[in-house]
């Protein structure tokens, strides 16, 4: 959340960080699949709070509404600013 100096607050998309893809096994070609995916998977482990953290699985393919509803500033797995009482919060 943006906050201007009047005190505005602003909810901002970058559209180059909101991510959608298949890395299930049967999605991968070869193990540079799994490598490039694993990677991802690192960072995101490396930088998100233990109790926000998707499993593995999850990570791989989460689907088109999961992606949707994780861009929701209210429902945000990575960011820390979590209400599942909100707009039915799947994270």
């Known amino acids: 959340m943006f906050v201007t100096p009047s005190g505005d ?16 096994a049967e999605n991968r070609r070869n193990r540079y699949g ?15 709070p233990i109790e926000q953290r998707w499993d593995f699985d999850r ?9 949707a509803k994780s861009s929701d500033p209210a429902c945000r797995p990575f960011r820390g ?9 799947w994270c």
């Open 9 to 24: 607050k602003v909810f901002i998309v970058d559209g180059g960080h909101i991510h959608l893809w298949d890395a299930r």
């Open 34 to 48: 799994l490598s490039f995916i694993e990677s991802f998977w690192g960072a995101h482990v490396g930088m998100t």
């Open 59 to 67: 990570f791989c393919h989460y689907g088109v509404e999961g992606a």
């Open 81 to 89: 600013r979590h209400d599942q009482s909100r707009r039915g919060c």
